[in-house]
C-alpha cells in the first residue's frame, strides 16, 4: 500500500533540510565534541528528534536553530552526566587521558579549541566557522546575540593567550 502523497513530500522535504544541514551541523558537533564518534552520534540523534516532529515542521521558526540547538542541548546533557559519573568515582580509579585522542588533538585546529569553554566553542563555531549571523547562533544556542557576540569574543581571546603561550 502506498504512503499518502503529504507524507511522501513530508519525507523529501527532510531529505533536502538533512541534505542542506548535515556538513554545518557535523563540523559544529566534531569541534565542540572534539571527537568524530560523539559527533556522528549527536547529529544522527538531533536529526531523529527533529524527524519525530517532522510532521510539525510549519510551526517551528527556524529548523535549523531547533536542529543545533537539540544538538547542543544533547551534549550538554551528556557532559553533565559524566561529571557526576566522575564525582562518583573513587580517588584510586584511572580517569587518565586518551594519548592518541590528544595527540590527534594537537594536530588539528581544535588545539586552539580546546582552551575555550563548549559554550564559546560553540559561538565560534557557529559565527567564525560556520558563518552564521550572531542573531541565528543566539537562536541557536538558546541566548541573546550580545551573549553569543560576548561569547564569541572571550573564545577568540582565550585561542590568542593559548596560542602565544604555544609559541613561547
Request: proline share 4%; charged share 30%; with cysteine.
Amino acid at each position: 500500500m502506498p504512503f499518502p502523497v503529504e507524507r511522501v513530500e513530508g519525507w523529501a522535504r527532510f531529505d533536502d533540510f538533512f541534505i542542506e544541514t548535515h556538513d554545518d551541523l557535523f563540523k559544529a558537533l566534531y569541534i565542540v565534541t572534539g571527537n568524530r564518534a560523539d559527533a556522528e552520534e549527536l547529529m544522527q540523534d538531533a536529526f531523529l528528534k527533529l524527524w519525530e516532529r517532522w510532521d510539525r515542521i510549519d510551526t517551528i521558526d527556524d529548523p535549523t536553530a531547533y536542529l543545533f540547538r537539540i544538538a547542543l542541548n544533547a551534549f550538554r546533557s551528556r557532559r553533565r552526566r559524566a561529571a557526576v559519573g566522575l564525582r562518583k568515582l573513587t580517588p584510586g580509579d584511572d580517569v587518565g587521558r586518551d594519548a592518541f585522542a590528544d595527540a590527534d588533538m594537537r594536530a588539528d585546529v581544535r588545539a586552539l579549541l580546546i582552551a575555550c569553554t563548549p559554550r564559546q566553542r560553540a559561538a565560534l563555531v557557529l559565527v567564525d566557522l560556520l558563518g552564521y549571523p550572531s542573531e541565528q547562533a543566539a537562536r541557536i544556542l538558546g541566548v541573546r546575540p550580545s551573549t553569543v557576540r560576548a561569547l564569541a569574543t572571550q573564545g577568540r581571546r582565550t585561542i590568542r593567550t593559548t596560542e602565544g603561550a604555544r609559541d613561547a
